[in-house]
C-alpha cells in the first residue's frame, strides 16, 4: 500500500472551505485575511473551526508557516434514529450495516437529523469527526404561540419548533403545520414552503 501525501498549504493558501491540520487537530477555515503591517511582513488572520469539538478560533499565519491539508474522508450513511444519547447510522447500500456515534459527536446538528435523511460522515484518521447535513432542510412546525392580531404586517419574531426539537425564530405569520426551510448551518429560517 502506497504513502498518500497529504498537501502543504503555505500561509496564502489557508482561505476558506479549506480544511488543515493545526496543533494536531482538522479545523476547517472560516475566514482569512492577508494584510501587512507597516514595515513588517504579511500576516494571514484567520477563523478556523475545530471539526472535532466545534470550538472557533482566530489564528494568524506568518509568511515562513505551512500546514498541513486536513485529510477528511468523506461517506455517505443514511440516519435511522436518535436513542439515549446516540444517532444511529446505516449504509445506504447495506441496511443491515448499522452502527452508531455518540450524539455530541453531531454536535448542534444533530437536532436537523430526520430518519431516512442520507448525511455525510467526516472522518478524519480513522475516527468519525462530524456529520454534513443539506445545507438547507425542510421541517413541519409542532409547535408555535398564537400570532397577535395586528402584529403580523410589521413582521417581528416568535419561536417555534420544529419536527426534531430544534427551536427557530421566524416570523409572526408562522403557524403549528406549517412546513419552513431552514439553513442548517445557521441554524435560521430562510423561507415558508407551504402553509398548513
Do not use: C
Request: glycine residues 6%; proline residues 6%; hydrophobic residues 35%.
Amino acid at each position: 500500500m502506497g504513502v498518500t501525501l497529504v498537501p502543504v498549504l503555505s500561509y496564502s493558501e489557508i482561505v476558506p472551505k479549506k480544511l488543515i491540520v493545526y496543533d494536531d487537530q482538522p479545523f476547517e477555515v472560516l475566514s482569512s485575511h492577508v494584510f501587512r503591517m507597516q514595515q513588517r511582513k504579511p500576516v494571514n488572520q484567520t477563523k478556523m473551526r475545530n471539526l472535532k469539538t466545534g470550538k472557533v478560533v482566530e489564528v494568524s499565519f506568518h509568511q515562513n508557516e505551512t500546514v498541513q491539508e486536513a485529510d477528511v474522508e468523506e461517506r455517505e450513511v443514511k440516519f435511522i434514529y436518535r436513542n439515549r444519547g446516540e444517532a444511529w447510522f446505516a449504509d445506504p447500500k447495506n441496511p443491515k450495516d448499522r452502527f452508531s456515534i455518540q450524539e455530541e459527536v453531531v454536535g448542534e446538528k444533530v437536532k436537523y437529523l430526520k430518519p431516512d435523511l442520507i448525511v455525510e460522515l467526516m472522518v478524519w484518521n480513522e475516527e468519525i469527526i462530524g456529520v454534513d447535513l443539506p445545507i438547507k432542510m425542510d421541517f413541519k412546525v409542532i409547535e408555535a404561540p398564537p400570532s397577535v392580531k395586528g402584529n403580523t404586517a410589521q413582521g417581528g419574531n416568535k419561536l417555534v419548533t420544529l419536527e426534531g426539537g430544534a427551536t427557530v425564530n421566524a416570523p409572526l405569520f408562522i403557524n403549528e403545520g406549517d412546513i419552513l426551510r431552514i439553513n442548517t448551518d445557521t441554524g435560521e429560517y430562510t423561507e415558508r414552503v407551504e402553509k398548513k
